[in-house]
C-alpha cells in the first residue's frame, strides 16, 4: 500500500493537470516528486528553497491573485515555524487555500524534535475559519484532498505515516458510526481507528470515527449519547492530548458528562526511537489504549 503521502503527489499531480486555477507551492520537501508535473506546469508548481514563511506567503499572494494554491512541507515546517504568515496571509487577508502536512507527530522520529509537530491542530484550533482534516488511509486522503482543492475556504490536511488497514468511506464532514455501545463513547481520529476498535474489542462502547475535526461534529456525538450510550466520552487524537477535549464539552453542555483526553503528551522524548515506541510511550497502543479507555469508563 502506498503512504498518504505518496497519494497526495499522485493525485495532486493529476489535479494541477485537471484544474489550471490549481497552484502547488514547496519548500524543497516532497520536491522529487513533483519534477514531472513541474515540467509539465512551470508556472503553476513553484518551489521556494528552504523558507518557509515565504512558502506560506506565496500561497496567500497566489490566492489573492485569484489562485487556489495547494502548501506543502512538514506539519512542523508549515503550520509552527510559519504561522504568523498562516494567521495573517490567509486568515486576516481574507483568502482560502489548501495546507497539506507531512511528518505528523513524530513520522521520522530520527529526524528529531525539530521535525515533530503533536501541537499543529492546536495551534490552527486558535485560528478562526480552517477545516481540519486527519485522514487515517491514503484512500481516504485523496478523496479530502479532492474535496479541498475543489472549494474555496481554508483547510489543512494532515498526512501521516500511520494508516488504518482498511479505507472507510469518505461521505462528509461529520463522524462516522463505527460500533455502537452503552457504555460510553470513543471518538478515534484518523490513523488511530485501528488502534481503537482493537482496544475496545468487547467493550460496549459507541466509537465514533473522525477524519474531519474541525468543525467538531457535535450533533453526532449528541446524538450517540441521546442513543442510550452513556455520557462518558474519550477522545484519542494522534496528536497533543485534549486538543479537542473543549469542543466535546461544549457539544454536551446541556448534559452531564466526563471527558477524557487521549493522545501525545506535552512531555519531550529525548531518545528518538521508532514510531511504534513513540506511540507505546504516549499510551496509544492497543494494549495502553485498552487499559486507560476501561480505567476511565469504569470509574
Known sequence: MDTMRDRFISTTSALLDENPRLALVLAEISRDGFDAAERRHPDRV????????LLVGVGGGLALAGMRPIVHTFASFLVERPFEQVKLDFGHQGVGGVLVSAGASYDWPAGGFTHMSPGDVALMDTLDGWTVQVPGHPDEAETLLRDAAAGDGRVYVRLSLQSNEQAR????PGF????????????AVGPMLDNVLAATEGLDTT??????????????????VAGGAAADVVLVEPYLAGTSTAAANDALYATPHRVLGLGVARRELRRYGELDEHLAAHGLDPKSLRDRISAFLTR
Open 176 to 187: 462516522q458510526t463505527v460500533r455502537e455501545g452503552r457504555g460510553g463513547v470513543v471518538i
Open 46 to 53: 513553484i518551489n521556494v528553497g528552504i523558507r518557509e514563511q
Open 207 to 224: 466509537v465514533l470515527y473522525a477524519t474531519t475535526v474541525r468543525p467538531f461534529d457535535g450533533e453526532a456525538l449528541r446524538r450517540a
Open 169 to 172: 468511506p469518505v461521505t462528509g
